[in-house]
């Protein structure tokens, strides 16, 4: 200000990401809350297993979306969270390092805003995922070594000018932990009127490790005595990190269970939240999601197979020590997608997996309560 009280103002406008244009991200916002709205809330399945006395098992359905996986929920929140941070504009051509199903549901919500969507990920990934992503107006690039998946997205995203979504850093950050329908919300909620309200475990795999931060942070905030179990698969560096305390280690061999099990820490992997973590063999996670198919009418994925078999377990614990309540899962997908994989008896066999020995425990652990003590 000068001796005259004139005051000099400056003003600016970005040149570069935050100049979007504000009628497109009303629109897109419309967009993503009318599929929310359009969108029932998923079924919490409580199958009978009359021999498992005490316990109530419940299963929150995620294979019921639209784009048939938990990550429906994931990709939404991560559309929204780029939208209102200004990342994603009219145009942006979007970019994803997945292992596919969170790739199937960018594909979904990225075509109902008009927006490019480029995924990259691992060779191995199923047909049905490729097919999937490709149908829904999709590209998909592949790289043979999983590690490579982050960078490879990154260098696309920067060269297009485009967003790398970056589900494993962003899933823990996009989601609502404190409500707002988030997963643990609904679950918690659908949970109100049964016999034990507050479950005495929750168990989830982790891939980005997004839904088991949810569900820790919430069991927290809501101040529940319910614990939360992660279970980790072969060939992943959650378990050995969560146990040993270091991030920093990483593994060079890709998981087998598609959507769970990483070769890096993952930065949405919050370890203060889990109370105990599993390690699952991958016969193991598959010997359970055929169980859990057969008992159901209707096929799972494998990672549900995972987060069954650790119930199961924990299941088996409760009983021997006498104790009662109720624990919770997810099915977070359909076996539908794996029909060349998991339900593949030559697939199976090429991976050296014999797992009829072990679905007959299930099976008769099922039956009778007893026989899985010596499991892991
Ligand atoms: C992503 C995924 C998971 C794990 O969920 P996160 O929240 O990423 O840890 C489990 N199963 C399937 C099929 C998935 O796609």
Not at 16 to 21: E, M
Not at 27 to 41: M, P, Y
Request: charged residues 20%; glycine residues 8%; contains cysteine.
């Amino acid at each position: 200000m000068n001796e005259a009280g004139d005051m000099e103002f400056n003003a600016a406008q970005s040149a570069g990401a935050a100049a979007l244009d504000r009628d497109w991200v009303h629109r897109a916002i419309e967009l993503l809350q009318c599929d929310g709205r359009r969108s029932a809330d998923t079924h919490l399945i409580n199958p009978a297993f009359p021999a498992l006395k005490g316990l109530s098992i419940y299963l929150k359905d995620e294979s019921t979306h639209p784009t048939g996986s938990l990550k429906h929920r994931l990709a939404r929140s991560l559309f929204l969270y780029g939208i209102c941070n200004g990342h994603i504009g009219q145009g942006t051509t979007l970019v994803e390092a997945s292992s596919g199903s969170t790739a199937v549901s960018e594909a979904y919500f990225a075509r109902l805003l008009g927006l490019p969507f480029i995924a990259v990920m691992p060779r191995s990934t199923s047909r049905a995922k490729v097919d999937a992503i490709e149908r829904m107006g999709g590209r998909c690039t592949f790289v043979d070594e999983p590690a490579r998946v982050y960078e490879v997205a990154a260098g696309i995203a920067r060269e297009t000018n485009g967003h790398y979504l970056d589900q494993f850093t962003n899933a823990e950050r996009a989601t609502d932990w404190r409500g707002n329908n988030n997963i643990a919300e609904s679950i918690f909620r659908q949970m109100a009127g049964e016999p034990h309200p507050a479950p005495q475990w929750v168990v989830m795999s982790a891939g980005t490790g997004g839904t088991a931060a949810t569900i820790g942070r919430y069991i927290r905030y809501q101040n529940l005595s319910t614990r939360l179990c992660v279970a980790d698969v072969e060939n992943s560096v959650f378990f050995d990190a969560y146990r040993q305390s270091d991030c920093a280690i990483t593994s060079s061999r890709p998981s087998r269970i598609e959507g769970v099990g990483r070769p890096r820490v993952e930065p949405s992997f919050v370890p203060g939240v889990i109370d105990c973590m599993l390690r699952v063999p991958d016969a193991a996670s598959i010997a359970a999601a055929h169980v859990l198919s057969e008992r159901l009418f209707r096929r799972v994925g494998g990672s549900t197979g995972t987060n069954f078999m650790a119930l199961l377990w924990i299941a088996a614990r409760m009983l021997r020590e006498g104790r009662q309540g109720s624990l919770v899962t997810l099915i977070c997908d359909s076996g539908d997608r794996y029909a060349s994989t998991y339900y593949d008896p030559d697939w199976l066999a090429a991976q050296g997996m014999d797992i009829a020995p072990l679905k007959a425990r299930i099976e008769s652990f099922l039956d009778t309560g007893t026989g899985l003590d010596d499991l892991f």
